[in-house]
Protein backbone atom coordinates (compact mmCIF):
# COMPACT_ATOMS: atom_id res chain seq x y z
CA UNK A 1 0.00 0.00 0.00
CA UNK A 2 2.86 2.43 0.55
CA UNK A 3 4.48 1.49 -2.32
CA UNK A 4 1.18 2.51 -4.23
CA UNK A 5 0.58 5.52 -2.24
CA UNK A 6 4.17 6.69 -3.12
CA UNK A 7 3.65 5.74 -6.84
CA UNK A 8 0.13 7.51 -7.65
CA UNK A 9 1.53 10.13 -5.08
CA UNK A 10 1.87 13.22 -7.77
CA UNK A 11 -0.83 11.78 -9.48
CA UNK A 12 -3.25 12.17 -6.30
CA UNK A 13 -1.71 15.71 -6.14
CA UNK A 14 -2.54 16.78 -9.63
CA UNK A 15 -5.59 15.23 -9.91
CA UNK A 16 -6.90 16.59 -6.65
CA UNK A 17 -5.70 19.95 -7.69
CA UNK A 18 -7.97 19.86 -11.24
CA UNK A 19 -10.95 18.44 -9.00
CA UNK A 20 -11.09 21.11 -6.75
CA UNK A 21 -10.58 23.88 -9.58
CA UNK A 22 -13.18 21.81 -11.97
CA UNK A 23 -15.53 21.68 -9.13
CA UNK A 24 -15.42 25.21 -9.02
CA UNK A 25 -16.03 25.99 -12.33
CA UNK A 26 -18.65 23.61 -12.40
CA UNK A 27 -20.41 25.42 -9.50
CA UNK A 28 -19.43 28.74 -10.86
CA UNK A 29 -21.42 27.63 -14.61
CA UNK A 30 -24.34 26.80 -12.57
CA UNK A 31 -24.47 29.91 -10.85
CA UNK A 32 -23.89 31.41 -14.08
CA UNK A 33 -26.52 29.65 -15.69
CA UNK A 34 -29.20 32.10 -17.12
CA UNK A 35 -32.75 31.11 -18.07
CA UNK A 36 -33.69 33.01 -20.91
CA UNK A 37 -37.18 34.76 -21.56
CA UNK A 38 -38.70 35.65 -24.76
CA UNK A 39 -38.72 39.31 -24.52
CA UNK A 40 -39.63 40.00 -27.98
CA UNK A 41 -43.31 39.97 -28.26
CA UNK A 42 -43.35 42.19 -32.24
CA UNK A 43 -42.51 39.17 -33.92
CA UNK A 44 -45.57 38.12 -36.27
CA UNK A 45 -45.20 34.71 -36.11
CA UNK A 46 -44.54 32.24 -33.57
CA UNK A 47 -44.29 29.55 -36.32
CA UNK A 48 -40.66 28.26 -37.30
CA UNK A 49 -41.13 25.57 -39.91
CA UNK A 50 -41.92 26.93 -43.19
CA UNK A 51 -41.87 24.15 -45.55
CA UNK A 52 -42.81 25.82 -49.03
CA UNK A 53 -40.69 23.05 -50.72
CA UNK A 54 -43.00 20.22 -49.11
CA UNK A 55 -39.89 18.36 -48.02
CA UNK A 56 -41.31 16.94 -44.74
CA UNK A 57 -43.96 14.80 -43.75
CA UNK A 58 -46.50 17.12 -41.22
CA UNK A 59 -45.50 14.81 -38.16
CA UNK A 60 -41.44 15.72 -39.37
CA UNK A 61 -42.66 19.42 -39.26
CA UNK A 62 -43.89 19.20 -36.02
CA UNK A 63 -41.41 17.51 -34.62
CA UNK A 64 -38.95 19.96 -35.56
CA UNK A 65 -41.21 22.10 -34.53
CA UNK A 66 -40.79 20.80 -30.68
CA UNK A 67 -37.25 20.31 -30.96
CA UNK A 68 -36.86 24.37 -31.99
CA UNK A 69 -38.69 25.27 -29.13
CA UNK A 70 -36.64 23.07 -26.67
CA UNK A 71 -33.56 24.47 -28.40
CA UNK A 72 -34.52 27.85 -28.31
CA UNK A 73 -35.07 28.31 -24.96
CA UNK A 74 -31.60 26.87 -24.02
CA UNK A 75 -29.61 29.26 -26.23
CA UNK A 76 -32.13 32.09 -26.30
CA UNK A 77 -31.91 32.28 -29.80
CA UNK A 78 -34.78 32.12 -32.64
CA UNK A 79 -34.39 29.45 -34.73
CA UNK A 80 -36.08 29.70 -38.07
CA UNK A 81 -36.22 26.56 -41.14
CA UNK A 82 -37.54 27.49 -44.48
CA UNK A 83 -37.90 25.67 -47.81
CA UNK A 84 -38.29 26.60 -50.83
CA UNK A 85 -37.81 25.39 -54.54
CA UNK A 86 -38.10 28.66 -56.91
CA UNK A 87 -35.90 30.73 -58.93
CA UNK A 88 -34.99 33.51 -56.70
CA UNK A 89 -32.97 35.34 -59.82
CA UNK A 90 -35.62 37.83 -60.52
CA UNK A 91 -36.25 38.69 -56.85
CA UNK A 92 -33.02 39.51 -55.46
CA UNK A 93 -32.29 41.12 -58.83
CA UNK A 94 -35.35 43.65 -57.51
CA UNK A 95 -33.46 44.60 -54.49
CA UNK A 96 -29.77 45.28 -56.35
CA UNK A 97 -30.82 49.36 -55.77
CA UNK A 98 -30.27 49.12 -52.63
CA UNK A 99 -27.51 46.27 -51.67
CA UNK A 100 -25.84 46.45 -55.19
CA UNK A 101 -25.24 43.56 -57.34
CA UNK A 102 -26.25 40.25 -56.55
CA UNK A 103 -24.75 36.68 -57.72
CA UNK A 104 -26.60 33.72 -57.68
CA UNK A 105 -24.99 32.79 -54.45
CA UNK A 106 -26.80 35.48 -53.08
CA UNK A 107 -30.01 34.85 -54.47
CA UNK A 108 -31.27 32.72 -50.78
CA UNK A 109 -29.42 35.18 -48.81
CA UNK A 110 -31.36 38.55 -49.57
CA UNK A 111 -34.39 36.40 -49.33
CA UNK A 112 -33.36 34.87 -45.67
CA UNK A 113 -32.36 38.27 -44.68
CA UNK A 114 -35.67 39.90 -45.80
CA UNK A 115 -37.94 36.84 -44.56
CA UNK A 116 -35.98 37.27 -41.32
CA UNK A 117 -36.70 40.81 -41.11
CA UNK A 118 -40.41 41.18 -42.12
CA UNK A 119 -41.12 39.16 -39.37
CA UNK A 120 -39.56 40.46 -37.03
CA UNK A 121 -38.25 37.41 -35.69
CA UNK A 122 -35.72 37.85 -32.71
CA UNK A 123 -35.18 36.01 -28.87
CA UNK A 124 -34.46 39.29 -27.49
CA UNK A 125 -35.76 42.02 -29.39
CA UNK A 126 -37.49 42.40 -33.36
CA UNK A 127 -34.12 42.14 -35.42
CA UNK A 128 -32.59 40.46 -32.80
CA UNK A 129 -30.89 37.12 -31.66
CA UNK A 130 -31.95 34.34 -34.38
CA UNK A 131 -30.46 32.09 -36.92
CA UNK A 132 -32.51 31.36 -40.12
CA UNK A 133 -31.99 28.11 -42.12
CA UNK A 134 -33.01 29.12 -45.72
CA UNK A 135 -32.38 25.76 -48.54
CA UNK A 136 -33.85 26.34 -52.15
CA UNK A 137 -34.19 23.23 -53.98
CA UNK A 138 -34.79 24.95 -56.90
CA UNK A 139 -31.72 24.95 -59.49
CA UNK A 140 -30.62 27.87 -61.14
CA UNK A 141 -29.83 28.85 -64.14
CA UNK A 142 -25.80 28.03 -63.36
CA UNK A 143 -27.26 23.93 -62.13
CA UNK A 144 -26.35 24.78 -58.42
CA UNK A 145 -29.17 24.58 -55.81
CA UNK A 146 -28.32 27.36 -53.20
CA UNK A 147 -29.05 27.54 -49.30
CA UNK A 148 -28.54 30.13 -46.92
CA UNK A 149 -27.82 30.81 -43.16
CA UNK A 150 -28.75 33.84 -42.48
CA UNK A 151 -27.08 34.95 -38.47
CA UNK A 152 -28.60 38.12 -36.49
CA UNK A 153 -27.53 39.47 -32.99
CA UNK A 154 -25.84 37.47 -30.70
CA UNK A 155 -25.48 34.86 -33.20
CA UNK A 156 -23.75 37.14 -35.86
CA UNK A 157 -21.10 37.50 -33.44
CA UNK A 158 -20.79 33.97 -32.47
CA UNK A 159 -20.35 32.30 -36.15
CA UNK A 160 -17.30 32.84 -37.64
CA UNK A 161 -16.90 32.44 -41.79
CA UNK A 162 -15.53 28.89 -40.51
CA UNK A 163 -18.56 27.68 -38.21
CA UNK A 164 -20.85 28.67 -40.80
CA UNK A 165 -19.29 26.75 -43.58
CA UNK A 166 -18.56 23.68 -40.44
CA UNK A 167 -22.58 23.87 -39.79
CA UNK A 168 -24.07 24.30 -43.80
CA UNK A 169 -21.60 21.40 -44.52
CA UNK A 170 -22.32 18.55 -42.02
CA UNK A 171 -26.00 19.51 -41.79
CA UNK A 172 -26.71 19.39 -45.32
CA UNK A 173 -24.46 16.60 -46.43
CA UNK A 174 -27.64 14.31 -47.00
CA UNK A 175 -30.49 16.46 -47.38
CA UNK A 176 -31.29 15.42 -50.48
CA UNK A 177 -32.14 11.67 -48.93
CA UNK A 178 -33.28 12.73 -45.98
CA UNK A 179 -34.56 16.44 -45.36
CA UNK A 180 -35.84 16.15 -41.37
CA UNK A 181 -33.34 14.57 -40.28
CA UNK A 182 -30.68 16.89 -42.57
CA UNK A 183 -32.60 20.13 -40.83
CA UNK A 184 -33.08 18.32 -37.08
CA UNK A 185 -29.39 18.31 -37.11
CA UNK A 186 -29.09 21.78 -38.08
CA UNK A 187 -30.85 22.63 -35.19
CA UNK A 188 -28.41 20.24 -32.88
CA UNK A 189 -25.35 21.75 -34.09
CA UNK A 190 -26.68 25.63 -33.56
CA UNK A 191 -27.84 24.42 -30.25
CA UNK A 192 -24.09 23.36 -29.54
CA UNK A 193 -22.30 26.32 -31.23
CA UNK A 194 -24.69 28.31 -29.26
CA UNK A 195 -24.82 26.57 -26.02
CA UNK A 196 -24.13 28.87 -22.77
CA UNK A 197 -20.70 28.29 -20.75
CA UNK A 198 -20.67 24.45 -19.52
CA UNK A 199 -23.71 23.61 -21.35
CA UNK A 200 -22.56 22.86 -24.80
CA UNK A 201 -20.77 19.97 -26.16
CA UNK A 202 -17.79 18.79 -23.59
CA UNK A 203 -14.22 19.64 -25.00
CA UNK A 204 -13.45 15.60 -24.52
CA UNK A 205 -16.45 13.77 -24.73
CA UNK A 206 -16.76 10.39 -22.62
CA UNK A 207 -17.10 8.78 -25.94
CA UNK A 208 -13.18 9.44 -26.23
CA UNK A 209 -12.01 9.89 -22.32
CA UNK A 210 -13.52 6.44 -21.63
CA UNK A 211 -11.20 4.57 -24.36
CA UNK A 212 -8.74 6.92 -23.43
CA UNK A 213 -8.19 6.19 -19.90
CA UNK A 214 -8.72 2.53 -21.11
CA UNK A 215 -6.14 2.31 -23.29
CA UNK A 216 -3.58 4.21 -21.49
CA UNK A 217 -4.37 1.78 -18.71
CA UNK A 218 -3.43 -1.57 -20.85
CA UNK A 219 -0.34 0.49 -22.11
CA UNK A 220 0.47 1.12 -18.63
CA UNK A 221 0.01 -2.03 -17.71
CA UNK A 222 2.19 -4.01 -20.50
CA UNK A 223 4.83 -1.39 -20.30
CA UNK A 224 4.97 -2.50 -16.82
CA UNK A 225 4.84 -6.14 -16.53
CA UNK A 226 8.35 -5.84 -18.31
CA UNK A 227 9.43 -9.02 -20.14
CA UNK A 228 11.69 -11.02 -20.46
CA UNK A 229 15.57 -10.38 -19.52
CA UNK A 230 18.57 -11.61 -21.56
CA UNK A 231 19.65 -11.35 -25.49
CA UNK A 232 22.32 -12.91 -27.56
CA UNK A 233 25.77 -10.95 -26.51
CA UNK A 234 27.72 -12.87 -28.60
CA UNK A 235 28.79 -11.80 -32.43
CA UNK A 236 30.07 -14.06 -35.15
CA UNK A 237 33.71 -13.66 -33.81
CA UNK A 238 33.56 -14.68 -30.06
CA UNK A 239 34.75 -17.31 -30.59
CA UNK A 240 36.85 -16.92 -33.65
CA UNK A 241 41.04 -17.13 -33.09
CA UNK A 242 42.29 -14.10 -33.17
CA UNK A 243 39.01 -11.99 -33.50
CA UNK A 244 38.81 -12.03 -37.14
CA UNK A 245 39.12 -14.89 -39.92
CA UNK A 246 41.86 -15.48 -41.87
CA UNK A 247 41.36 -13.48 -45.54
CA UNK A 248 43.52 -16.09 -48.04
CA UNK A 249 42.29 -14.61 -50.96
CA UNK A 250 39.95 -11.30 -51.81
CA UNK A 251 39.99 -10.34 -55.33
CA UNK A 252 37.09 -8.46 -56.79
CA UNK A 253 37.82 -8.28 -60.80
CA UNK A 254 35.60 -5.81 -63.08
CA UNK A 255 34.20 -7.54 -66.15
CA UNK A 256 32.54 -4.90 -67.78
CA UNK A 257 30.22 -1.85 -67.40
CA UNK A 258 26.33 -1.51 -69.25
CA UNK A 259 24.30 1.93 -70.04
CA UNK A 260 20.67 2.57 -70.20
CA UNK A 261 18.90 5.85 -70.64
CA UNK A 262 15.41 6.56 -69.95
CA UNK A 263 13.35 10.02 -70.81
CA UNK A 264 11.62 11.14 -67.30
CA UNK A 265 8.27 12.11 -68.51
CA UNK A 266 6.72 15.27 -66.60
CA UNK A 267 3.30 16.27 -65.78
CA UNK A 268 1.67 19.33 -64.33
CA UNK A 269 -1.73 20.36 -62.51
CA UNK A 270 -3.61 23.51 -61.13
CA UNK A 271 -6.31 23.94 -58.37
CA UNK A 272 -8.44 26.69 -56.99
CA UNK A 273 -10.57 28.07 -54.13
CA UNK A 274 -12.57 30.59 -52.61
CA UNK A 275 -14.21 32.36 -49.41
CA UNK A 276 -16.83 34.54 -48.06
CA UNK A 277 -18.16 37.42 -45.47
CA UNK A 278 -20.68 39.81 -44.01
CA UNK A 279 -23.43 42.51 -44.82
CA UNK A 280 -26.08 44.70 -44.47
CA UNK A 281 -29.65 43.41 -45.91
CA UNK A 282 -32.04 45.39 -47.83
CA UNK A 283 -33.84 46.72 -44.78
CA UNK A 284 -30.93 48.33 -43.64
CA UNK A 285 -30.11 45.19 -40.72
CA UNK A 286 -27.03 43.73 -40.16
CA UNK A 287 -26.72 40.10 -40.80
CA UNK A 288 -24.36 37.83 -40.93
CA UNK A 289 -24.26 34.20 -42.54
CA UNK A 290 -22.95 32.16 -45.57
CA UNK A 291 -23.81 30.04 -48.11
CA UNK A 292 -23.71 26.17 -49.56
CA UNK A 293 -24.60 24.93 -52.75
CA UNK A 294 -24.94 21.50 -54.37
CA UNK B 1 34.55 -36.44 -0.81
CA UNK B 2 34.56 -33.04 1.37
CA UNK B 3 37.12 -29.91 2.05
CA UNK B 4 36.95 -30.12 5.98
CA UNK B 5 38.55 -26.90 7.92
CA UNK B 6 42.10 -27.63 9.73
CA UNK B 7 41.11 -25.16 12.02
CA UNK B 8 37.43 -25.77 13.08
CA UNK B 9 36.44 -28.92 11.23
CA UNK B 10 33.69 -27.15 9.21
CA UNK B 11 32.70 -27.43 5.85
CA UNK B 12 35.35 -24.95 3.37
CA UNK B 13 33.93 -23.84 0.91
CA UNK B 14 35.15 -21.80 -2.56
CA UNK B 15 34.47 -18.35 -1.96
CA UNK B 16 33.77 -16.54 -5.71
CA UNK B 17 34.93 -12.96 -3.95
CA UNK B 18 37.70 -13.77 -2.45
CA UNK B 19 38.79 -16.60 -5.26
CA UNK B 20 39.97 -18.97 -2.52
CA UNK B 21 39.12 -21.53 -0.13
CA UNK B 22 37.26 -20.21 2.77
CA UNK B 23 35.21 -21.51 5.82
CA UNK B 24 32.01 -20.32 6.79
CA UNK B 25 32.17 -20.93 10.38
CA UNK B 26 35.06 -20.05 11.22
CA UNK B 27 36.23 -17.70 8.56
CA UNK B 28 39.53 -19.45 8.15
CA UNK B 29 41.04 -18.63 4.21
CA UNK B 30 42.98 -21.67 2.99
CA UNK B 31 42.80 -23.55 5.59
CA UNK B 32 40.93 -26.73 3.64
CA UNK B 33 42.04 -30.54 3.65
CA UNK B 34 40.15 -32.97 1.44
CA UNK B 35 38.55 -35.90 2.92
CA UNK B 36 38.44 -38.92 0.50
CA UNK B 37 35.82 -41.21 0.75
CA UNK B 38 34.78 -43.89 -1.45
CA UNK B 39 31.35 -44.10 -1.17
CA UNK B 40 28.59 -42.59 -2.82
CA UNK B 41 24.98 -42.89 -1.26
CA UNK B 42 26.02 -41.06 1.98
CA UNK B 43 27.52 -37.96 3.27
CA UNK B 44 30.75 -37.49 4.21
CA UNK B 45 30.49 -35.95 6.88
CA UNK B 46 27.10 -36.72 8.54
CA UNK B 47 26.89 -40.29 7.15
CA UNK B 48 23.26 -39.66 6.45
CA UNK B 49 22.00 -41.25 2.86
CA UNK B 50 22.89 -38.71 0.30
CA UNK B 51 18.98 -36.91 -1.85
CA UNK B 52 18.79 -36.22 -5.12
CA UNK B 53 21.83 -38.05 -6.77
CA UNK B 54 21.11 -38.77 -10.16
CA UNK B 55 23.41 -40.81 -12.75
CA UNK B 56 24.75 -37.32 -13.70
CA UNK B 57 25.39 -35.69 -10.19
CA UNK B 58 29.20 -34.66 -9.50
CA UNK B 59 28.76 -32.63 -6.36
CA UNK B 60 25.50 -31.38 -4.38
CA UNK B 61 24.20 -30.56 -0.83
CA UNK B 62 23.62 -32.50 1.83
CA UNK B 63 19.95 -32.09 2.72
CA UNK B 64 20.84 -33.37 6.25
CA UNK B 65 23.92 -31.32 7.59
CA UNK B 66 24.44 -28.49 5.15
CA UNK B 67 27.85 -29.73 4.09
CA UNK B 68 28.89 -29.73 0.39
CA UNK B 69 29.57 -33.18 -0.99
CA UNK B 70 31.98 -34.10 -4.00
CA UNK B 71 31.19 -37.77 -5.47
CA UNK B 72 34.71 -39.01 -6.18
CA UNK B 73 34.13 -41.23 -9.36
CA UNK B 74 32.55 -38.41 -10.93
CA UNK B 75 35.24 -36.42 -10.78
CA UNK B 76 38.34 -39.11 -12.00
CA UNK B 77 39.21 -40.85 -14.83
CA UNK B 78 36.66 -40.12 -18.07
CA UNK B 79 34.14 -37.91 -15.95
CA UNK B 80 37.09 -35.70 -14.74
CA UNK B 81 36.43 -32.29 -16.49
CA UNK B 82 39.39 -30.83 -18.74
CA UNK B 83 38.28 -26.97 -17.70
CA UNK B 84 36.74 -25.36 -14.83
CA UNK B 85 35.71 -22.15 -14.64
CA UNK B 86 35.43 -20.74 -11.04
CA UNK B 87 32.34 -18.74 -9.76
CA UNK B 88 33.20 -15.29 -9.57
CA UNK B 89 29.78 -13.85 -8.60
CA UNK B 90 28.83 -14.82 -5.69
CA UNK B 91 25.00 -15.56 -4.35
CA UNK B 92 24.47 -12.07 -2.20
CA UNK B 93 26.24 -10.49 -5.60
CA UNK B 94 23.64 -12.61 -7.54
CA UNK B 95 20.59 -11.82 -5.42
CA UNK B 96 21.35 -8.27 -5.84
CA UNK B 97 21.60 -8.10 -9.37
CA UNK B 98 18.04 -10.17 -9.41
CA UNK B 99 16.82 -7.70 -6.98
CA UNK B 100 18.18 -4.49 -9.64
CA UNK B 101 17.02 -6.08 -12.58
CA UNK B 102 13.19 -7.35 -11.44
CA UNK B 103 12.94 -6.42 -7.68
CA UNK B 104 11.88 -2.09 -8.46
CA UNK B 105 9.75 -3.06 -10.86
CA UNK B 106 5.78 -1.82 -10.18
CA UNK B 107 4.02 -5.67 -10.22
CA UNK B 108 6.82 -7.59 -9.26
CA UNK B 109 5.12 -9.23 -5.93
CA UNK B 110 6.46 -8.82 -2.64
CA UNK B 111 7.68 -12.27 -2.27
CA UNK B 112 9.66 -12.02 -5.11
CA UNK B 113 13.67 -12.87 -3.46
CA UNK B 114 12.46 -12.75 -0.17
CA UNK B 115 14.89 -15.00 2.11
CA UNK B 116 12.59 -17.91 2.21
CA UNK B 117 12.85 -18.23 -1.05
CA UNK B 118 15.98 -17.50 -1.53
CA UNK B 119 16.87 -20.68 0.31
CA UNK B 120 16.27 -22.42 -3.21
CA UNK B 121 19.06 -20.43 -5.02
CA UNK B 122 21.53 -22.44 -5.85
CA UNK B 123 25.18 -22.28 -7.47
CA UNK B 124 25.52 -25.03 -10.03
CA UNK B 125 28.32 -26.37 -11.91
CA UNK B 126 26.69 -27.11 -15.76
CA UNK B 127 28.75 -29.17 -18.38
CA UNK B 128 29.43 -28.14 -21.50
CA UNK B 129 31.66 -29.76 -24.67
CA UNK B 130 34.01 -27.05 -25.94
CA UNK B 131 34.46 -27.72 -29.39
CA UNK B 132 37.57 -26.22 -31.47
CA UNK B 133 36.93 -26.46 -35.49
CA UNK B 134 38.23 -25.26 -38.65
CA UNK B 135 36.46 -23.72 -41.34
CA UNK B 136 37.76 -23.23 -45.07
CA UNK B 137 35.74 -21.03 -46.99
CA UNK B 138 35.52 -21.02 -50.60
CA UNK B 139 33.32 -18.19 -52.54
CA UNK B 140 32.69 -17.02 -55.83
CA UNK B 141 30.10 -15.00 -57.13
CA UNK B 142 28.80 -12.12 -59.94
CA UNK B 143 28.12 -8.73 -58.27
CA UNK B 144 27.07 -5.78 -59.76
CA UNK B 145 27.58 -1.85 -58.75
CA UNK B 146 24.50 0.62 -60.19
CA UNK B 147 25.12 4.38 -61.04
CA UNK B 148 22.08 6.30 -61.46
CA UNK B 149 22.24 10.31 -63.00
CA UNK B 150 20.77 12.80 -64.72
CA UNK B 151 21.24 14.60 -68.18
CA UNK B 152 18.48 16.94 -68.24
CA UNK B 153 15.08 14.79 -69.15
CA UNK B 154 17.05 11.47 -69.59
CA UNK B 155 18.04 9.31 -67.09
CA UNK B 156 21.09 7.55 -67.30
CA UNK B 157 21.97 3.66 -65.94
CA UNK B 158 25.49 2.67 -65.20
CA UNK B 159 25.78 -1.26 -64.25
CA UNK B 160 29.26 -2.25 -63.16
CA UNK B 161 29.81 -5.87 -63.43
CA UNK B 162 32.36 -7.86 -61.32
CA UNK B 163 33.52 -11.54 -60.36
CA UNK B 164 33.87 -11.38 -56.61
CA UNK B 165 36.41 -14.08 -55.24
CA UNK B 166 37.04 -15.18 -51.49
CA UNK B 167 38.93 -17.83 -49.51
CA UNK B 168 38.79 -17.47 -45.67
CA UNK B 169 40.18 -19.89 -42.76
CA UNK B 170 38.47 -19.51 -39.36
CA UNK B 171 39.48 -20.88 -36.32
CA UNK B 172 36.66 -21.65 -33.87
CA UNK B 173 38.15 -22.14 -30.47
CA UNK B 174 35.75 -23.82 -27.89
CA UNK B 175 32.30 -23.26 -29.32
CA UNK B 176 30.07 -24.25 -26.16
CA UNK B 177 27.49 -27.14 -26.53
CA UNK B 178 25.90 -27.52 -23.04
CA UNK B 179 26.03 -31.20 -22.01
CA UNK B 180 23.03 -31.03 -19.20
CA UNK B 181 19.72 -32.05 -20.69
CA UNK B 182 18.40 -30.50 -16.89
CA UNK B 183 19.17 -27.15 -18.82
CA UNK B 184 17.40 -25.73 -21.44
CA UNK B 185 19.75 -25.09 -24.40
CA UNK B 186 18.13 -21.53 -25.46
CA UNK B 187 18.82 -20.19 -21.67
CA UNK B 188 22.15 -21.62 -21.57
CA UNK B 189 23.45 -20.12 -25.20
CA UNK B 190 21.80 -17.34 -23.71
CA UNK B 191 24.37 -17.27 -20.91
CA UNK B 192 27.18 -16.40 -22.99
CA UNK B 193 29.79 -15.24 -23.70
CA UNK B 194 32.06 -16.49 -20.67
CA UNK B 195 35.54 -15.50 -20.19
CA UNK B 196 37.48 -17.76 -21.16
CA UNK B 197 40.56 -16.03 -20.21
CA UNK B 198 39.62 -17.14 -16.47
CA UNK B 199 39.04 -20.78 -17.28
CA UNK B 200 41.48 -23.52 -15.10
CA UNK B 201 42.19 -26.65 -15.10
CA UNK B 202 39.97 -28.79 -12.91
CA UNK B 203 40.47 -29.08 -9.53
CA UNK B 204 37.86 -30.42 -6.77
CA UNK B 205 38.29 -27.22 -4.33
CA UNK B 206 36.12 -25.18 -6.87
CA UNK B 207 33.63 -28.10 -6.93
CA UNK B 208 32.52 -26.98 -3.01
CA UNK B 209 29.84 -25.20 -2.21
CA UNK B 210 27.76 -25.54 -5.25
CA UNK B 211 26.06 -28.25 -7.11
CA UNK B 212 27.40 -30.29 -10.18
CA UNK B 213 27.18 -32.90 -13.14
CA UNK B 214 29.42 -34.61 -15.33
CA UNK B 215 28.42 -34.58 -19.10
CA UNK B 216 24.65 -36.15 -19.99
CA UNK B 217 25.74 -37.32 -23.39
CA UNK B 218 29.10 -37.82 -25.19
CA UNK B 219 30.87 -35.19 -27.48
CA UNK B 220 29.98 -36.75 -30.54
CA UNK B 221 26.06 -35.99 -29.76
CA UNK B 222 26.86 -32.35 -29.02
CA UNK B 223 28.63 -31.85 -31.68
CA UNK B 224 25.93 -31.09 -34.66
CA UNK B 225 24.89 -27.98 -32.60
CA UNK B 226 28.57 -26.66 -32.34
CA UNK B 227 28.99 -27.28 -36.26
CA UNK B 228 25.90 -25.55 -37.28
CA UNK B 229 26.93 -22.67 -35.14
CA UNK B 230 30.73 -22.93 -37.21
CA UNK B 231 28.76 -23.01 -40.28
CA UNK B 232 26.51 -19.91 -39.76
CA UNK B 233 28.97 -17.82 -38.17
CA UNK B 234 31.44 -18.62 -41.53
CA UNK B 235 28.48 -17.78 -43.89
CA UNK B 236 28.29 -14.54 -41.94
CA UNK B 237 32.13 -13.67 -42.18
CA UNK B 238 32.09 -14.23 -45.52
CA UNK B 239 29.00 -12.15 -46.12
CA UNK B 240 31.42 -9.39 -44.23
CA UNK B 241 33.74 -9.26 -46.34
CA UNK B 242 31.26 -8.55 -49.67
CA UNK B 243 30.16 -5.33 -49.63
CA UNK B 244 29.56 -1.96 -51.51
CA UNK B 245 27.89 -4.06 -53.98
CA UNK B 246 23.65 -3.26 -55.45
CA UNK B 247 23.38 -7.02 -56.27
CA UNK B 248 25.23 -9.80 -56.05
CA UNK B 249 24.45 -13.66 -56.99
CA UNK B 250 26.48 -16.85 -55.61
CA UNK B 251 28.40 -18.94 -58.38
CA UNK B 252 30.15 -21.07 -56.01
CA UNK B 253 30.04 -21.26 -52.19
CA UNK B 254 31.62 -24.17 -49.90
CA UNK B 255 32.31 -24.08 -46.36
CA UNK B 256 34.17 -27.12 -45.24
CA UNK B 257 34.42 -27.43 -41.48
CA UNK B 258 36.30 -29.94 -39.69
CA UNK B 259 36.61 -30.72 -35.77
CA UNK B 260 40.02 -30.34 -34.44
CA UNK B 261 39.43 -30.96 -30.22
CA UNK B 262 36.89 -30.82 -27.78
CA UNK B 263 37.10 -30.20 -24.31
CA UNK B 264 35.23 -31.39 -21.13
CA UNK B 265 34.60 -28.25 -19.34
CA UNK B 266 32.37 -26.60 -16.05
CA UNK B 267 31.02 -23.36 -16.49
CA UNK B 268 29.35 -21.27 -13.13
CA UNK B 269 25.49 -20.76 -13.39
CA UNK B 270 23.08 -19.37 -10.03
CA UNK B 271 19.40 -20.77 -10.87
CA UNK B 272 16.84 -19.26 -8.99
CA UNK B 273 13.21 -21.17 -8.97
CA UNK B 274 10.54 -19.00 -7.38
CA UNK B 275 6.73 -19.96 -7.57
CA UNK B 276 4.23 -17.85 -7.33
CA UNK B 277 0.26 -18.52 -7.40
CA UNK B 278 1.47 -21.48 -8.87
CA UNK B 279 3.50 -20.08 -11.45
CA UNK B 280 7.64 -20.99 -11.65
CA UNK B 281 9.66 -18.65 -12.60
CA UNK B 282 13.45 -19.33 -13.29
CA UNK B 283 16.29 -17.17 -13.32
CA UNK B 284 19.44 -17.92 -14.15
CA UNK B 285 22.58 -15.92 -13.17
CA UNK B 286 26.05 -16.01 -15.12
CA UNK B 287 28.22 -17.27 -12.23
CA UNK B 288 31.28 -15.68 -14.14
CA UNK B 289 29.69 -12.44 -15.93
CA UNK B 290 26.38 -11.85 -13.59
CA UNK B 291 24.56 -12.14 -16.81
CA UNK B 292 20.72 -12.27 -16.17
CA UNK B 293 18.44 -14.60 -17.75
CA UNK B 294 15.04 -14.62 -17.02
CA UNK B 295 11.20 -13.06 -17.24
CA UNK B 296 9.77 -10.37 -14.71
CA UNK B 297 7.33 -12.05 -12.10
CA UNK B 298 3.96 -10.42 -12.28
CA UNK B 299 1.50 -10.07 -9.38
CA UNK B 300 -1.76 -9.71 -11.45
CA UNK B 301 -3.77 -8.33 -8.96
CA UNK B 302 -0.92 -5.55 -7.65
CA UNK B 303 -1.20 -4.92 -12.28
CA UNK B 304 -4.82 -4.34 -12.00
CA UNK B 305 -5.00 -2.50 -9.49
CA UNK B 306 -2.48 0.45 -10.16
CA UNK B 307 -3.64 0.22 -14.48
CA UNK B 308 -7.30 1.03 -13.06
CA UNK B 309 -6.20 3.29 -10.49
CA UNK B 310 -4.46 5.25 -13.76
CA UNK B 311 -7.24 5.00 -15.65
CA UNK B 312 -9.99 6.08 -13.22
CA UNK B 313 -7.52 9.03 -12.48
CA UNK B 314 -7.41 9.61 -16.50
CA UNK B 315 -11.16 9.60 -16.55
CA UNK B 316 -11.27 12.68 -13.51
CA UNK B 317 -8.82 14.57 -15.39
CA UNK B 318 -10.77 14.46 -18.42
CA UNK B 319 -13.74 15.62 -16.87
CA UNK B 320 -12.05 18.64 -14.33
CA UNK B 321 -10.77 19.72 -18.20
CA UNK B 322 -13.83 20.14 -19.51
CA UNK B 323 -15.92 21.47 -16.20
CA UNK B 324 -12.74 24.30 -16.61
CA UNK B 325 -12.80 24.68 -20.40
CA UNK B 326 -16.71 25.21 -19.58
CA UNK B 327 -16.36 28.18 -18.10
CA UNK B 328 -13.59 29.71 -20.36
Given at each position: MKKYLGYFKIWFIVTGIFLVIGIGCKIYTSIQKVDFVRTNTEATTTERVFDYADKMTDEEEESLRQKIAVTEDAIGCDIIVVTLNETLEEYAKSYEAQIGQVEPYQYTMVYADNFYDEHKFGYNEPYGDGVLLLDNWYREKDGRVYSWLCTTGKAEYEYSSEMIDSTLNLSLENVEENPYEAYSLFVDLVAIDLAQKGEGAPLIPAIFSFPLALIAAVIFFFVNRGGKKGSKTISTTTYVEGGKPEILDRRDIFINKTVTKRVIQTESSSKSSGGGGSHVSAGGRSHGGGGHSR | MIFKCKNCGGNSVYHPEKKRMWCPHCESEDSEELIETEVMENCSNCGAPLEGVTEHTSALKCTHCGSYIILKERVEG?????????????????????????????????????????????????????????????????????????????????????????????????????????????????????????????????????????????????EERAKQRAARDSEQLLNSTISGYSTNTTVHKNVSLRKEKASFALLPVWVYRYNFRGKEYIYHVNGQTGKIIGKTPTDKRKGFLYSATLGALIMVLCQCVNWIVGVL
Open positions: - | KNRADLILPFAVSKEQAVEKLKEEFGKRLFTPDSFLSYSTLELMEGSYVPFWLYDYRSDVDYEGRATKVRVSRSGNTEITETSHYRVVRKLKIDFERIPVDASTRMEDDIMDLMEPYEYQALLNFEEKYMSGFDGEIYNFEEEEG
